[in-house]
């Protein structure tokens, strides 16, 4: 199993970037996937999912209407388009496949500060 996170990167306030996740190693098709992210000193929290055939998506209150995610079922990957992003979204950025349980990639890190 392989979950490879990129995209992240330094951005000012009001910024965008779009986060993308390899998944290899398991059925991906089948998996609903999600992003997470986990800032210094606090613990992980739940970003945003889709469902396995992308379908379906929620996101959590504070990147409502700022955030997208999406997902390449040809391809294997997962995306997250952020945009008007805030200093309080600065952390590290993993995606998780709901089935496989346990794993967790190395993460992508956003900081958004001027």
């Known amino acids: 199993v392989q979950l490879v996170e990129s995209g992240g990167g330094l951005v000012q306030p009001g910024g965008s970037l779009r986060l993308s996740c390899a998944a290899s190693?398991?059925?991906?098709?089948?998996?609903?996937m999600s992003w997470y992210r986990q800032a210094p000193g606090k613990e992980r929290e739940l970003v945003a999912t889709?469902?396995?055939?992308?379908?379906?998506?929620n996101y959590a209150d504070s990147v409502k209407g700022r955030f997208t995610i999406s997902r390449d079922n040809f391809k294997n990957m997962v995306y997250l388009q952020m945009n008007n992003l805030k200093p309080e979204d600065t952390a590290v950025y993993y995606c998780?496949?709901?089935?496989?349980?346990?794993?967790w990639g190395q993460g992508t890190q956003v900081t958004v500060s001027s």
């Open positions: 998780k496949a709901a089935l496989v349980l346990n794993y």
């Open positions: 190693g398991f059925t991906f098709i089948r998996n609903q």
């Open positions: 889709i469902t396995s055939a992308g379908g379906s998506t």
